[in-house]
């Protein structure tokens, strides 16, 4: 059910998986790696989604083109990479241990993670300062001690809690989140009410003026309270939810025109425009990817 690889420059014990049929997203390959550091520049490059953690200070990266900017890697954070995105680490100054761990899956493109992504950088980085991703993934590499399936399954289930905490988590900044493991429940009942609000009628036209009414609020009020609880504006929660419906429409098989008129997009341009605003991507390289 899985093979099992050492490298000799420290630890990493690299757990793959086969395919196995039916299951998307799936958990395809896991690695540990402790040593020490190894001053160089590498290059890599994943045919499948790529979440790649940092338990200690790991020098620079720069993703997409080597004349891109190098941004440093502090510890406890995670970069989620699109399948065939290359990125470079430059760790000729770091000294002492290294910590780190990645792992890969497919299918994270039905998942919501693609909305993550930071279009102009050409990944997401998460910041894990409680360590729950962290001991999440360490638990993903350590699975196969369960032997052959139970040891996949094991590697899974560590697989469903990261991508929920990943697209549960706290925006920070455009492709930069905060993981909390109570990012659910810390949502106020004043946010699941006007997200129950926002989400009525998707395809109605809908004002704030009538959002706060409803909410017997001012306009002003609901704004500057959901923008701090949430981290947009209600309409653009609003415009993401019309989104995150479209893409689930594109996956089906639905014509651009039929979901533009069915989530209350003037036509099937409008939309194209606004999907592409949400998560950097025309709808046919949605549907391509």
Known sequence: MSTRNTEKSGIADAITWPELAGVTPA????????????????????????????FLPHGSVRVGSPRGPWRVRPPHTAHLYAPCTPYW??????????????????????????????????????????GILGSLLAQATRSDDEGGEAGFWEAQAALCRVLHLLVNAERVD??????????????????????????????APLSLARVAAEMHVSVSALSHRYKREVG?????????????????????????????????????FHLSKAFKQVTGLAPRHFLRK
């Not at 993401?240 to 099937?268: M, T, Y």
């Open 89 to 130: 680490e430059d760790t000729r100054m770091e000294k002492g241990p290294r910590h780190s761990a990645w792992v890969l899956f497919s299918g994270g493109e039905h998942t919501g993670l693609a909305g993550l992504l930071d279009p102009g950088r050409g990944y997401a980085c998460f910041l894990d300062p409680q």
């Open 232 to 268: 947009m504006t209600p309409m653009a929660a609003r415009r993401a939810l019309r989104i995150h419906h479209a893409k689930i429409r594109l996956a089906r098989g639905f014509p651009l025109k039929l979901i533009a008129q069915e989530l209350g997009f003037s036509d099937a």
């Open 174 to 203: 455009e492709g930069t989140y905060r993981v909390n493991s109570a990012s659910k429940s810390i949502e106020s009942k004043f946010v699941r009410e006007v997200n129950r609000l926002l989400g009525r009628d998707l395809a």
């Open 27 to 54: 958990v395809r390959s896991a690695a540990e790696w402790r040593g020490q550091h190894v001053p160089c520049i590498t290059r890599s490059y994943h045919r499948f989604w790529a979440l790649d953690y940092v």
